[in-house]
């Protein structure tokens, strides 16, 4: 399943917000620093979903805020 997501690195607390079916907002504490936060936004939709995060991976904007995710449940 591919989502649609929209990151903001360096915030004050970690969050997910589901926006609609594909689409999500995802805050982390992770400064946007040499893969940091992408890892940390990995973790977190791991999390939120229940898989391990080897079963999720960023298809396309490794370095914007508007990123394409593949999940594998």
Known sequence: ???????KPGAK????EK????H???AVKEP???GRANRAILKALAAHF???VSCIC???????????IEVDK
């Open 13 to 16: 607390e970690e969050r997910v």
């Open 50 to 52: 229940g898989v391990p």
């Open 58 to 68: 960023i298809v396309s904007g490794y370095t914007s805020r508007q990123k394409v």
């Open 19 to 22: 926006i609609d079916e594909t």
């Open 32 to 34: 946007p620093v040499q």
């Open 1 to 7: 399943m591919k989502i649609f997501v929209t990151a």
């Open 24 to 26: 999500f907002f995802i």
